[in-house]
């Protein structure tokens, strides 16, 4: 796993520009629990803003480049142009946005497939049947 800098210093949060040395993907929290629960030690830093109700990954800039969730609109990759406020590093709980996985060398950003594989799974199991269709082979 990359290394992203900088971390910021002192006690405060910053707003950092997604795009350079990562991209985030925003995922409510209610989704977000159960994407952390399936990635568990794949995971890289994730921040958790309870004042949004939101999860943020980090993972390398590009790499969500194609990724929809049409399904979902609530989960979003924000890239260039886009700004995530990011804790310090020894911000470990609320309150404000704190880090739910450090950043730390082991788990600096997430590896894209990982994310993108367990946010299906997360979706998929949270949308259920839509109305209107029917299992096959139920008779």
């Not at 900088?6 to 409510?28: I, N, Q």
């Not at 480049?65 to 700004?83: C, G, I, K, Y």
Request: hydrophobic share 40%.
């Amino acid at each position: 796993m990359t290394v992203w800098w900088p971390l910021p210093k002192g006690l405060d949060a910053v707003l950092l520009p997604a795009g350079e040395w990562w991209d985030a993907v925003r995922v409510p929290a209610y989704l977000g629990e159960d994407v952390l629960s399936r990635l568990g030690g794949s995971s890289g830093a994730v921040i958790r803003d309870p004042y949004g109700s939101r999860l943020y990954w980090l993972i390398e800039p590009g790499s969500a480049r194609d990724w929809s969730f049409n399904e979902f609109a609530a989960v979003q990759v924000l890239s260039t142009a886009s700004w995530v406020t990011v804790p310090p590093s020894s911000r470990l709980h609320p309150p404000g946005p704190h880090w739910a996985v450090p950043c730390t060398p082991a788990a600096s950003l997430t590896p894209a497939p990982l994310l993108h594989a367990a946010l299906h799974k997360t979706i998929l199991h949270n949308l259920g049947p839509r109305p209107g269709t029917t299992a096959r082979g139920g008779g």
